[in-house]
């Protein structure tokens, strides 16, 4: 046939392409000009017609067409090599919950009964599978999804290899992989990937080097490949990113040197502002090409095998808020424009070798929480001046050479809780509010220190003693006269009767002084016996005597030192009443307040077993926890728990019980979320100890709003009767898990239920005790969420910026309907629900492409 001709056979399965080519071809056909000649024009005509017949015929196939191959395009369906793709991975992963049964052909793929699965116009564009228990392998038909914008297969335990063909997916921007048992390399194809924005590898096995192209999307924000085994260097692409926020290596094995190429991008500025790169092996100095990195608020370079000395010009880093460089061979001193670093608020470099003087103007940085310069070279007088910073939480000084005084200047430190000044060369008295405060554990090592416990007292300066010589005339007798036998034994009874009677009065003095003391509650001497108890005992408990009150008081470690007496004479107020007993505030005579429950009578155990267990309670500590300081026992069987005071009282009152003017902000609340979760998640991991009475009523806040946990492990103090009641009052509050109602019995996931309650409260601002049409609060943001009514979940304190933190919120939402699954087996586990509400804290617009591309939510 010749050339424009086009048979009608080709278009019997796509007549749309010949409805797209024959109207051109017949126009152009029809346009040309025989010149005249009349059999030509004849033989155009009939050409023409037969191509408007064609066309004609072309509609009519157009209208009654149906593919006859892949599936129905009827607006769920998927194209047909997007469902052979979904196929073969669903083929390659091994289902251990049968989440994948929904990926048959007998519904479209894209009708959203396909888990995990997003279309656009019959192409998928994103697979969304985290936490599903999923084993297998990645499929290297992924490949094949050429609109794929999301890959989120974290939290399972995938392994093999990353198929090489992921790089071969242009329009993909965020890969989530983390949390898997992934092996072997990171594929270098992931560097033709031209819209990525996240890369998530972290916590897998992979090995081999990093990529040197791996950070060639000019999109990338994020890429953490932390917690593998990885080697080699770091490549420079990164160096030469003009989109990179976020760079994570830690836990590797890379070594080589930190690259010397940062901030080379000409006139454009390097955004990065997180850069960690712990617990590898690299070498050499630190760069100070890092200081051009004006954005830089996090470096963490500890535990490495870095050396030289700091960079002279770190003070350009204004933005720093981290910087940790503990433990590895770093020298010199601080530069001297280390103090222009005013947003610094964490500053680790302990385990040095770093020398000279702490610059007296350390005090311009004046939002400074954590100062860790322990063993190093220090030298000098601690300046006086990090009195001025009023953020300090923790100091610590020692093992250095510093010399002189403490400075009484750090009293004036009200939020510090950790303080370390230990073998120094310091002297002098330490100012009594520190040694009050803190152990002497915090002082030994400095043989001219004085004052930090009732064994290295400060005393005055002697006065010499005006010693007279008897003259030789005195002890030459004049007369000398034999004594008799007679005369001895009288003397000797003599001095016989007048030692007793010195002895007597010497005790009878002691007994006098004893119950003097005891009538007058003797704070003083008490106070003192009960610190050099504490100071001389092992770690652990330490008993403290009851005074008057009899009973028996056990202190563990805490900043406050007090007696039985202290105790129940305090100022007392209710804070609040549970099925454990009632709690108090309060407040000792020397004015500091402590927070006291009073256990029910009649639910707990008896004594020895109540003590063996509470002395295990005792020894437990971490930031987001109340931390139990001492317990009484009274002759009457009264059981006391002395726990620190929080002011701001619980989460419940927080925010159900406060004043129109007064508002929760959202950075607030996830702060608060992070906290309750990291406190769990120690209970769960380093503890096994299930909490199984979590509501916000027992979530305390600090004057900082850091959330700690209370009322953990008092199960064990319990009867089993008591125990069960707690639960069934947990359950009238609405924190309960469903399966509590049959099992009675408290896990880790009744516990991640419980937290996901707690997370919905500060996202609706609803109390779960409310009343919501018949539902409990889960029940009721399930229903409004399955109405598409999300917006209307959330506080209205949160709305006000939805425009900055809304895929926040909607993000938080998803993982806390996930933790209140009424499966328990749904449920993630704490460490899973603690990465997760990082990652959305950290995360910037954008980071999965959700700004720009909605529909991959």
């Not at 009960?530 to 009851?546: L, N």
């Not at 030192?561 to 709690?583: H, N, Q, R």
């Not at 946990?709 to 125990?723: E, Y």
């Not at 937290?755 to 609803?766: S, Y």
């Amino acid at each position: 046939m010749g050339k424009g001709h086009y048979p009608l056979s080709e278009f019997q399965v796509y007549p749309f392409q010949f409805m797209q080519i024959l109207p051109s071809k017949t126009a152009a056909w029809c346009s040309k000009s025989p010149n005249n000649n009349r059999k030509l024009k004849n033989q155009q005509w009939r050409s023409c017609s037969s191509y408007l017949i064609a066309l004609a015929f072309a509609l009519l196939l157009a209208c009654s067409f149906r593919p006859v191959t892949g599936q129905m395009w009827d607006g769920v369906s998927v194209t047909q090599g997007d469902f052979q793709a979904l196929q073969a991975i669903k083929h390659e992963l091994v289902d251990l919950k049968g989440v994948l049964r929904s990926w048959n052909g007998s519904n479209g793929a894209c009708s959203g009964q396909w888990v995990g699965i997003k279309c656009v116009k019959g192409q998928v564009i994103a697979i969304q599978l985290p936490w599903k228990a999923l084993a297998g392998r990645i499929s290297d038909r992924i490949g094949q999804l050429r609109e794929l914008r999301k890959l989120s297969l974290h939290d399972n335990v995938i392994s093999g290899v990353i198929p090489r063909s992921i790089g071969f997916l242009p329009n993909l921007r965020g890969i989530y992989l983390f949390n898997n048992r992934l092996s072997g390399s990171i594929p270098p194809t992931i560097g033709h990937l031209p819209l990525l924005q996240t890369l998530d590898l972290s916590n897998n096995l992979l090995t081999g080097e990093i990529p040197f192209g791996i950070a060639n999307s000019t999109k990338l924000i994020r890429v953490n490949l932390s917690y593998n085994s990885l080697s080699g260097s770091i490549p420079t692409s990164f160096t030469q990113s003009f989109s990179l926020i976020i760079l994570a290596l830690q836990h590797n094995n890379i070594s080589g040197t930190v690259p010397d190429s940062w901030g080379s991008l000409g006139n454009k500025t390097c955004p990065l502002g997180v850069l960690t790169l712990d617990h590898n092996a690299i070498s050499g100095a630190i760069p100070a090409s890092l200081t051009k990195l004006e954005w830089l608020q996090e470096i963490s370079i500890s535990e490495n095998k870095i050396s030289g000395a700091i960079p002279g010009e770190i003070g350009r880093l204004k933005r720093l808020r981290l910087l940790d460089l503990s433990n590895n061979a770093i020298n010199g001193s601080f530069p001297s424009s280390f103090s222009n670093l005013s947003s610094l608020q964490l500053l680790k470099v302990e385990n040095n070798r770093l020398e000279s003087q702490i610059p007296e103007d350390i005090d311009r940085l004046h939002n400074l929480s954590v100062v860790k310069l322990g063993k190093n070279r220090f030298s000098g007088e601690i300046p006086a001046s990090f009195g001025n910073i009023s953020a300090i939480s923790q100091l610590d000084f020692s093992e250095n050479n510093f010399t002189g005084q403490i400075p009484t200047s750090l009293t004036r430190l009200l939020n510090l809780t950790s303080f370390n000044v230990s073998y120094n060369n310091l002297s002098g008295p330490v100012p009594v509010l520190l040694s009050n405060k803190f152990n002497a554990s915090s002082f030994v090592g400095n043989l001219q220190l004085c004052g930090f416990s009732t064994s290295t007292p400060c005393l005055p300066a002697s006065s010499p003693q005006n010693i007279t010589t008897p003259s030789t005339e005195v002890l030459k007798p004049r007369h000398h006269r034999r004594l008799s036998v007679k005369d001895i034994i009288l003397i000797a009874a003599g001095a016989l009767l007048v030692l007793l009677l010195l002895l007597c009065s010497i005790l009878l003095c002691c007994l006098l002084s004893k119950r003097a003391a005891a009538r007058k509650t003797d704070k003083t001497t008490a106070k003192q016996a009960a610190a050099r108890s504490i100071e001389k005992a092992a770690p652990g408990s330490t008993e403290v005597g009851a005074g008057e009150a009899g009973g028996k008081l056990v202190h563990f470690d805490g900043p406050f030192v007090f007696t039985a007496d202290d105790l129940l004479c305090a100022t007392a107020e209710i804070m609040g009443k549970s099925t454990y007993g009632t709690a108090y505030k309060a407040t000792l005579e020397d004015g500091n307040e402590v927070a006291v429950k009073r256990l029910r009578e009649k639910t707990t155990k008896g004594h020895k077993e109540f003590e063996t267990e509470v002395a295990g309670l005792g020894k437990i500590r971490h930031p987001n926890l109340l931390a139990l300081r001492a317990y009484y026992l009274g002759p009457k069987g009264e059981k006391l728990l002395v726990f620190d005071y929080m002011p701001r009282g619980s989460l419940s009152s927080f925010l159900h019980a406060r004043g129109p003017e007064t508002t929760v902000d959202w950075p607030t609340r996830m702060k608060i979320a992070i906290g309750i979760t990291q406190g769990l998640n120690y209970l769960h991991t380093e503890e096994n100890l299930i909490h199984g009475n979590l509501t916000s009523s027992n979530i305390l806040l600090d004057d900082q709003s850091n959330a700690r946990i209370a009322d953990f492990g008092l199960p064990k103090l319990m009867t089993s009767a008591a125990a069960t009641n707690v639960i069934a009052t947990a359950g009238s509050q609405g924190y309960n898990a469903p399966e509590l109602t049959k099992t009675k019995k408290t896990t880790t996931k009744t516990d991640v239920y419980s937290l996901g309650v707690i997370i919905l409260e500060l996202l609706t601002g609803k109390s779960p005790g409310e009343a919501m049409d018949g539902m409990d609060l889960p029940q009721w943001v399930a229903s409004i969420v399955k109405e598409e009514w999300t917006n209307e979940v959330f506080d209205l304190e949160l709305m006000k910026d939805t425009q900055n933190i809304g895929d926040e919120l909607l993000n938080t939402l998803k993982l806390a309907l996930h933790c209140v699954d009424p499966s328990p087996t749904a449920r993630p586990d704490v460490q899973q629900i603690l990465q997760q509400l990082e990652e959305i804290n950290a995360s910037t617009s954008g980071d999965d492409g959700a700004k720009n591309q909605p529909e991959n939510e």
